[in-house]
């Protein structure tokens, strides 16, 4: 088997680097480990969950999706070709790569999204197991494993107490980081490690079951009155995906940039007439869960959920959508009984 | 090279007209002819667009000129925000964008030797105008034709010049309203609110079809009376408006429920939104 010591990720990242790869990876950023963009002297961190997912770097934050020239009273569209440089995405955990089973299938039903699609094909993802979960971890809830490999193009799955790091290559596109890796990866044996233990926090069964019945349901007001409507869930989670589009311009161009936006803010939906059909914030929270429960599963089959647990960590007002859905399973099982 | 999904073609303003105070009608030509050609190969009526002006955005309408009208289209929109201002500022001979047609359509090819019923308020006209059109452009393959449309005010109506000639052809039943205190005193036709009026006009639902278009609360009222009237929540059509951005399905904010505007609709029958847990939301 392939292996590398747990310490010296900064040695694979750099061969691949020298390979012409684009590396990112969770690297220590002042306090807080963030995915980024690998430099030589970063300091990657495997033992800390990155505060932002992997989507950044499919979907980035913001990008320009459209350009045109102006010239007096007349305007010139120019080509805005996409991002396609050749990236490894390191130590990327199942949770965000589970996530990409849901941008792939949104970026690319019925009509493609290239943007998207671009970075995709030149990306090879290398997922981490997880040995350690933290209070907000809730894969298991939604159909995932701390060890889940599926999506991955290759996994590292730490062992010898985290001493070593396997490598374990699942697709063409591993295999070729095998050979750009050369000496960062060793021959050896090693033994590894048990995957995190993360407890069932509820059936999203029956989360999907209570929605169908209770779009009208006063607890959606309940348990939105601590939204501030920050957006910091939807900024941080893996699979949110929707996006604003906004026109900036200059007295020689123009640029169109597609930025992230959320459904938790009041201006998402508003008309230029002034009409909200959301128009309060327990509205919006109702249509988060309901998209990620109901409306996601239904078009996709896939849930809108990975467990990723970033929402409940990052939320100034302390909601979890984890909290909301064993919430509502309880609020579920209350009406039976 | 996969094509960007979100560029737009440039179309010129081939012709402009104001129809009611800060409504305008343009109609746009096409760049060249694989363009014209691509659109009408997919445009079938009821479907819209992504109409913009770069710098200022994008703004989504229907198109509200008819497939059987395949030289240029035309759309129809009230100056209200920054996009529409950056439209209406656009005179004839400039350049504005285009992206579509997208959405779904009025299943008209199924209506044929129906009777046909529109129900519009104000700027709600537009998206109906098309359907009108292309029914009138085939006028023999459909039975009667019954328009009633009605606005605030006599010059909110739109498309003034074309009731005329509606109201002129034998072959169209076009009853116009006026709220109450909004006629002139050269108003000839009705004054009441649109359900008032079609509750009078009562037309028969046998072999019918109705499409109603208008602000909320003439939908409101308006359903009722269909209903009283005998036509079956299936046999009633609206077409429905959200805020969007990418119009295909991505950008994720004009769901109404479970329905994308942009994908599943924007034409939707009664029966389909009456299973909504919610109406507007």
């Known amino acids: 088997m392939k292996l590398l010591d747990s310490k010296k990720l900064g040695d694979l990242a750099a061969a691949l680097a020298a390979n012409g790869y684009r590396v990112a990876a969770p690297i220590q950023e002042d306090d807080a480990v963030r995915l980024k963009e690998w430099s030589p002297g970063a300091v990657i961190r495997t033992d800390a969950i990155p505060i932002n997912s992997a989507k950044d770097f499919l979907f980035p934050r913001s990008e320009i999706i459209g350009r045109c020239k102006l010239e007096g009273d007349n305007f010139t569209p120019e080509d805005v070709p996409p991002d396609s440089t050749k990236t ?49 971890c809730f894969c298991t809830s939604v159909g995932g494993r701390p060890d889940a490999s599926a999506g991955a193009d290759a996994i590292l799955r730490p062992a010898d107490g985290g001493a070593k790091l396997i490598f374990d290559p699942l697709t063409e596109k591993g295999q070729a980081l095998v050979a750009a890796a050369g000496g960062a990866l060793a021959d050896g044996e090693a033994k590894a490690d048990p995957p995190a233990e993360v407890p069932v926090r509820f059936d999203p069964k029956g989360v999907g079951a209570w929605l169908a019945d209770n779009f009208d349901s006063d607890l959606w007001t309940t348990l939105s009155l601590a939204c501030l409507g920050c957006g910091a869930c939807a900024y941080s989670c893996p699979t949110c995906h929707c996006f604003d589009m906004q026109d900036e311009a200059t007295r020689k161009e123009t640029v169109r940039r597609r930025n992230w936006d959320s459904c938790g803010f009041g201006l998402f939906t508003a008309h230029a007439g002034g009409h909200n059909p959301r128009a309060n914030q327990s509205a919006r929270w109702r249509n988060r869960v309901m998209h990620k429960f109901s409306y996601i599963p239904d078009r996709f089959k896939l849930l809108g959920c990975t467990g990723c647990g970033r929402c409940g960590r990052l939320c100034p007002a302390g909601m979890a959508i984890a909290d909301i859905c064993a919430e509502i399973v309880r609020a579920s099982e209350a009406l039976k009984k | 090279m996969t094509e960007n999904l979100y560029q737009p073609m440039t179309m010129k303003i081939a012709a402009s007209r104001d129809e009611a105070p800060d409504v305008r009608t343009v109609r746009l ?12 190969a997919k445009y079938r009526v009821g479907m819209f667009g992504l109409y913009g002006m770069p710098g200022a955005g994008e ?205 599943d609709g924007p034409v939707f029958t009664v029966e389909q939104l009456q299973d909504l847990p919610h109406g507007d939301m």
């Not at chain 1, 965000?96 to 998207?116: G, S």
């Not at chain 2, 030509?29 to 009408?40: G, K, L, T, V």
């Open chain 1, 88 to 136: 490894a995405l390191l130590a990327v955990r199942p949770c965000d790569v589970a996530a990409l089973a849901i941008l792939d299938t949104v970026f690319n039903w019925d009509y493609k999204d290239e943007f998207y699609n671009a970075r995709r094909a030149a990306m090879t993802i290398v997922s981490m197991a997880c040995t350690r979960a933290d209070a907000q």
């Open chain 2, 29 to 40: 030509e096409f760049p060249d002819e694989p363009s014209r050609a691509a659109f009408f």
């Open chain 2, 59 to 263: 703004s989504t309408f229907c198109v509200a000129s008819p497939p059987t009208r395949t030289e240029y289209i035309e759309c129809t929109f009230r100056r209200v925000g920054r996009v529409t201002s950056a439209l209406a500022d656009r005179d004839v001979g400039q350049t504005l964008t285009f992206r579509g047609p997208y959405g779904n359509f009025f299943p008209i090819e199924t209506w044929k030797g129906k009777n046909i019923l529109f129900v519009a308020g104000g700027i709600a006209l537009p998206p109906l105008r098309s359907v009108i059109w292309n029914l009138l452009d085939r006028r023999a393959e459909f039975g009667n034709v019954t328009i009633v449309y009605g606005a605030r005010t006599v010059a909110d109506l739109v498309y003034k010049h074309e009731l005329a000639e509606w109201a002129a052809r034998g072959d169209v039943k076009l009853i116009t309203t006026v709220d109450p205190g909004g006629e002139t005193p050269d108003w000839k036709d009705k004054i009441g609110f649109v359900p008032t009026v079609l509750k009078q006009a009562a037309p028969s639902p046998a072999g019918a079809v109705a499409l109603v278009c208008g602000p909320p609360i003439m939908i409101k009222f308006s359903l009722p009376v269909l209903k009283d009237l005998g036509f079956p929540p299936g046999a009633i059509y609206t077409t429905l408006e959200n805020r969007m951005k990418c119009g295909v399905g991505k950008c994720g904010r004009c769901n109404v429920g479970k329905f994308y505007v942009c994908k």
